[in-house]
């Protein structure tokens, strides 16, 4: 299927944000609080596509509107220090640059190890129709596409998940990950710089699980 270019445009704020990661020639905040996305863009009009791809439903959805404008609230403290993550998280808002235009991120990182986790809430991608694990889906099946890895992740408390990425990075120590909160948004989990596959996932899957478990409230 062919996304229309909006959803293209954001599907590719969330692969820039990926290969991005926090590297010395990407441009982080430092601090502050991040806002909403920008949602003042025109919706599709009725001739374009959506994403209607065969993604995993999502049965109960999680209510994430507190987190639009302080995504590092999504991730349990006790988990970050689990992972070694000390420093604050860096917040980026929601905006119309390729970085944020999927939605507001937040990203940790450990000086010196190279290591960093960063996740999205995919509400910009939702606010112009590409979003949930759908959007990905989608992306992923259209001809010519950016996202070119794609596979099932075991489901986190609950919520189904993917792996996907520009191509499959997991044996390098890079895994990214999307977690469905509902049918039309996803968390986007992406962790960098680990020794493999196994390494790598496992940060992902305990951050996700985090984010779930603030999401519901436990």
């Not at 507190?66 to 995504?71: A, F, I, Q, S």
């Not at 075991?154 to 509902?182: H, W």
């Not at 962790?191 to 596959?197: D, F, L, N, R, S």
């Amino acid at each position: 299927m062919r996304l229309p270019k909006f959803a293209e445009a954001s599907v590719l704020g969330v692969v820039a944000l990926c290969l991005c990661a926090f590297a010395s020639a990407c441009t982080s905040t430092t601090g502050g609080t991040a806002n909403p996305a920008d949602t003042s863009s025109s919706p599709a009009s009725s001739g374009e596509p959506s994403p209607t791809a065969d993604a995993p439903k999502v049965t109960t959805p999680l209510d994430a509107t507190k987190y639009v404008g302080n995504p590092c609230g999504l991730v349990p403290a006790d988990v970050l220090t689990q992972l070694r993550y000390t420093e604050p998280g860096e917040p980026r808002p929601g905006d119309a640059t390729p970085e944020g235009q999927s939605g507001p991120s937040c990203g940790w990182k450990i000086r010196g190890d190279g290591l960093s986790v960063l996740v999205i809430l995919g509400t910009g991608n939702r606010d112009q129709g590409a979003g949930g694990l759908a959007g990905i889906q989608a992306a992923h099946d259209r001809s010519g596409a950016l996202i070119k890895f794609l596979e099932p992740a075991p489901e986190v408390d609950g919520y189904p998940a993917l792996y996907f990425d520009t191509r499959d990075r997991r044996a390098a120590g890079n895994c990214t990950m999307a977690v469905g909160i509902a049918d039309d948004l996803a968390v986007s989990v992406f962790a960098e710089g680990y020794e493999g596959q196994q390494d790598s996932c496992d940060a992902a899957q305990r951050v996700a699980a985090g984010t779930v478990k603030t999401l519901k409230g436990a």
